[in-house]
């Protein structure tokens, strides 16, 4: 399911003006990491992806559906949105019924409803908490239940919205992995983050962003040996891109795996 | 001189059966600048909590031992004397702003009003921290219109125009652009440099190699290391408890291994890095 984005401008009722000129397509089943200073755009930007935000001039595409003609419910559908603070996200009583409101509302069969919700619980290694409160859980746990509430949808496509912010290692190698089953089920992924060693390391497509505008779109690697672009929407390439750089590599690297691959030559 | 003096530190939070904390002794200096890692639940906010005087006075809950901030006792202190000295910069930007108020210049200028700054110097303390803090341009925006790394700013900054003794910073740059965090901790180094003590609880190695004089890591309600970044940040106990390491750190040990990695001690910084490559 293809997303096409035309012109779009945003300005909100305060008069920031947020979106100023995007064009972008991303094509199903790709996995693409948005960066970029704060206050850039990237939430606005991905708001309009699920229609919670609607275009001030320009459109939105998702599939066939243009985001003006659908409600906000008919596009969480299509469009799985896992917010940077899960508290906005989060109302059940237990970890099972929130996980669970998503697809019972979808109307899938019971069967078919129970069966994502197990595998969401699965992915996001919640089964054992599924009678806990949310919110007796800590913040990375809580980050958890946000994304399997998601997860369980079965969208086309998932946007995360920030989702290392405050995560452990191994809680950080747990998304990497849910984004890795994502990719492997041939959904679109796409990941607002200031992690740029996470995007490096997850992603084949990166988007930066600065003051309402797309700087740099393309492959990973091309896009973050751009130190000097970068650094005007506040990013710094990767940890081991900005060493390769340094040692005089020719390629750029992003991962351990491309930095020894250079090393040894 | 020790200005933070925690003394076999020990705190259960209400109706949980585990401490939260275990038998913690840490002292640091004044002017120091000491950055807490560990993994999700290891202690860290806690610990921020307990030197902020939040634990046992806000959250309640048993605490054994003794904590002593710039000589008075925690647990013979009000919340509202002990906040003239310490200073709390939440992880959730979100829970710290006062919903009162409707500009960042007005947020900032919250604390000074509820202490009876005289309105002049006050107006002059929020701009001085606005301008250290690089968020002059949003003072007359909506606290709730901003974004996550700028509300982180405006948090940082609404504490640091109290002027604490004592800075305690709950994973202050985590929604933050990478360079803007670069920009934060040169900013608290700066505060440190000026005789601020400083804890900061932080995932970010890199920053923290860079910028922390110590760093301790706490695991499980333990402090399981202390020392410099350098020391603890290359420990194998780390990698071994699933503590977040620098790149380099884990590059240059895969390198080792290969015997590609040429320097002497493993690195924690780009600097050290290079050097160890180079060779």
Known sequence: ?265 | MAIIELKNVSYKYPLTDSPALKNINLQVNEGEFVALIGPNGAGKSTLCYTIAGFVPHFFKGEISGTVEVAGSESSKSNLHEWVLNVGLAFQNPFNQISGAKYTVFEELAFGLENIGVPRDEMIQRVNDAMKLTGISDLADRSPYSLSGGQQQRVALTSILVMQPKVLVLDEPTSQMDPIGTREVFGVIRAMAERGMTVLMAEHKVEWIANFADRVVALHDGEILLEGTPQDVLTSDLLVEKAFGISRYTSVARKAKELGLWKGNRLPVTLEEAMDGFAR
């Open chain 1, 1 to 265: 399911m293809r997303i096409e984005i035309r012109d779009l401008n945003f300005t909100y009722p305060t008069g920031v003006e947020a979106l100023r000129g995007i064009s972008l397509t991303i094509e199903s089943g790709e996995q693409v990491a948005i960066v970029g200073q704060n206050g850039a755009g990237k939430t606005t930007l991905v708001k309009h992806l699920n229609g919670l935000l609607q275009p001030t001039s320009g459109t939105v595409h998702v599939g066939d559906w243009n985001t003006k003609e659908h409600s906000v419910a008919k596009m969480a559908r299509r469009v799985g949105y896992v917010f940077q603070n899960p508290d906005e996200q989060l109302f059940s009583k237990n970890v099972g019924t929130e996980v669970a409101f998503g697809p019972r509302n979808l109307g899938m069969s019971a069967e078919q409803a129970e069966r994502q919700i197990k595998d969401a619980l699965t992915m996001a290694e919640l089964s054992d908490k599924t009678e806990t409160n949310p919110y007796d859980l800590s913040p990375t746990w809580r980050k958890m239940v946000a994304l399997a509430s998601v997860i369980a949808m079965d969208t086309n496509i998932v946007i995360f919205d920030e989702p290392t912010t405050g995560q452990d290692a191994a809680s950080s190698a747990r998304i990497a992995n849910v984004i890795k089953v994502l990719r492997e089920r041939g959904k679109t992924v796409i990941t607002i983050t200031h992690d740029i060693d996470f995007c490096a390391e997850n992603f084949e497509r990166v988007i930066a962003m600065s003051q309402g505008q797309i700087l740099l779109d393309g492959k990973a690697n091309d896009v973050l040996g751009q130190d000097e672009i970068l650094a005007t929407t506040y990013v710094d390439p990767p940890q081991l891109t900005r060493l390769g750089k340094k040692l005089g590599f020719k390629q750029t690297v992003r991962n351990e795996e491309e930095f020894l691959g250079e090393l040894k030559k």
